[in-house]
Each structure stands twice: as structure tokens, then as C-alpha cells.
């Protein structure tokens, strides 16, 4: 039996030279804005390092749930009757959603789903 990396061979001729460097610059300023985010919330290292911990020590086998159910002791208790369709997720910029439309690439933002795009 064949093993399976879930990965398909790369199709170099898929993208034009203009479509590659939309790509190219498209993924520089994904990268710029993250890291700009990430400066301006260093909680996101610590939320992430104690929940890396945590898998390590406890090693669950079905890590979604570990997730959920951790994630769920961590709520403060005035937020755990908040729905997440009432939380607030800044947009991605329209220069992001435009280029990721045009090179087919999927976002994954609650804010995008909201909007139907």
C-alpha cells in the first residue's frame, strides 16, 4: 500500500509569472500583518505555549476535544454566556479578501462567513 502525505504533487505551470508574484506579495503582506498582531497581543504566544504544554504532558488522543474542553475552562465567566456570532473579529483587510478571491485561496474568518464571501 502506497503511503499517503495527503499532499499532491506540485503543478509548477499552474499560476502565471503574474499570478505567482500576486501570490508572492499577497503572502509578504499576510505575513507583515500577522506579525504585527502578534507583537500587539503577546497573549497569543502564552495562550499557545501553555496549550502546547498541556498536549505534551497529557498527550490527549482526540486534541479537538482536549481543545474545546480546555478553551472552556479558560473562559472568564461573564463571557461564557456570549454567543460567538456576537464576538467581534476585526475584517481582514479588502486588499487580502480581493487577492485571496482572485488566487482561490480559502480564508477561514468568521468575519468573511458573516458577509457571505
Do not use: C
Not at 46 to 52: A, C, E, M, V
Not at 102 to 112: A, V
Request: proline share 7%; glycine share 2%; aromatic share 8%.
Amino acid at each position: 500500500m502506497a503511503e499517503s502525505s495527503g499532499l499532491e504533487k506540485l503543478d509548477f505551470g499552474a499560476l502565471s509569472a503574474e499570478q505567482q508574484e500576486r501570490l508572492r506579495q499577497f503572502k509578504i503582506k499576510t505575513r507583515i500583518s500577522n506579525e504585527k498582531y502578534l507583537r500587539a497581543h503577546p497573549e497569543v504566544d502564552l495562550f499557545l505555549s501553555d496549550f502546547l504544554r498541556e498536549v505534551f504532558l497529557k498527550r490527549p488522543t482526540d486534541i479537538r476535544e482536549f481543545a474545546a474542553v480546555m478553551l472552556q475552562d479558560m473562559m472568564p465567566p461573564e463571557l461564557a454566556d456570549r454567543n460567538q456570532s456576537s464576538m467581534s473579529f476585526p475584517s481582514m483587510p479588502p486588499d487580502f479578501k480581493e487577492m485571496a478571491r482572485k488566487l482561490r485561496i480559502p480564508l477561514f474568518s468568521s468575519t468573511m462567513d458573516r458577509e457571505g464571501k
